[in-house]
């Protein structure tokens, strides 16, 4: 008896031991598990940061992108625009070359012009003498013009309707303004039969003044124009000059070396092309009777010098 209760009293105190240590193994293990809970929270807080650092980053390479490819257009357009502002700069300077070389063209003189210059310059006394000269010069030929425009406009009155031709003195010139539907038809630069007596009359006054150059000018409206043998106003203009000018020379047999065939295009406008008059004024074909430049000299000679 004894020994069985000092059997269950042993075997008591054993498991009692037992349960006690479960309990705090247990403990421990909870409280393991919570820490490895906490840690595991915040390394997921830590990973969603970094989560969004890393989107907010994509976010911004993708900006740089987007920026370095506007950068690199900017920079594409720019180079363009230097390359356009360089051929600019050589049309310019090709240009300027041209005109410099044009003008040095345009001041040089015939001898025959720099020698009665010179001639004039040496021979002339002093100040008033040189006005005189020049006064009477300018007295001959605005005379000599004007009773040519005169001589132009009675021969041209006979038959010819006002509006559609005029003649006026311009400095050392005179110029005759012939309206288009008088020596062509619409579009075309072929002479109306009509216009072979405006013509001839002009020829009559050319052939008894063989001292005067004649430039032939044609003018046309602002109106595009693109026909067979016809490639814009520029060609037109310039195929109505040559027609007057072939005229002039086969029918009625004026000197082909007084005549200078001149296209203007639709530009030197009389009128506003916005209106149907104005574009009527515009087209139009223009002669101009010059004096022959040593015969403008001839003027300044000392000879002439009024006493």
Request: proline share 3%; glycine share 6%; charged share 30%.
């Amino acid at each position: 008896m004894k020994i069985t209760s000092k059997a269950i009293l042993v075997g008591f105190l054993i498991v009692s031991l037992s349960s006690c240590v479960s309990k705090k193994r247990f403990a421990a293990l909870q409280s393991e598990l919570d820490f490895s809970k906490q840690e595991i929270s915040r390394s997921a807080e830590i990973i969603g940061d970094f989560s969004s650092k890393l989107k907010s980053c994509e976010m911004e390479r993708e900006g740089l992108r987007s920026d370095l490819k506007t950068c690199q257009s900017s920079l594409k357009l720019r180079e363009e625009q230097i390359g356009d502002l360089k051929d600019q700069v050589t049309d310019v300077r090709t240009q300027r070359d041209k005109t410099v070389e044009q003008v040095g063209d345009l001041t040089v003189l015939s001898k025959s012009a720099n020698d009665n210059i010179n001639n004039t310059l040496q021979q002339l006394e002093g100040k008033d003498k040189y006005i005189r000269l020049l006064q009477n010069a300018k007295t001959k030929a605005d005379s000599m013009n004007l009773a040519l425009a005169v001589n132009l406009k009675s021969v041209l009155a006979d038959g010819v309707n006002d509006q559609d031709i005029d003649v006026k003195v311009d400095k050392t010139v005179v110029m005759i303004n012939i309206s288009d539907k008088m020596l062509f038809s619409s579009g075309s630069y072929n002479i109306n039969s009509g216009a072979m007596n405006v013509l001839g009359k002009i020829a009559k006054i050319l052939e008894s003044k063989p001292n005067l150059e004649v430039m032939i000018e044609g003018y046309t409206d602002n109106q595009p124009i693109s026909k067979p043998g016809i490639q814009d106003n520029w060609d037109l203009s310039v195929k109505r000059s040559a027609s007057v000018v072939r005229i002039l020379q086969k029918n009625f047999g004026i000197d082909p070396n007084r005549l200078i065939a001149a296209g203007r295009g639709e530009h030197n406008a009389l009128a506003s092309n916005d209106t149907p008059d104005g574009r009527s004024k515009n087209r139009r074909t223009r002669i101009i009777l010059m004096p022959k430049l040593n015969e403008f000299y001839d003027l300044l000679s000392p000879d002439n010098i009024p006493d």
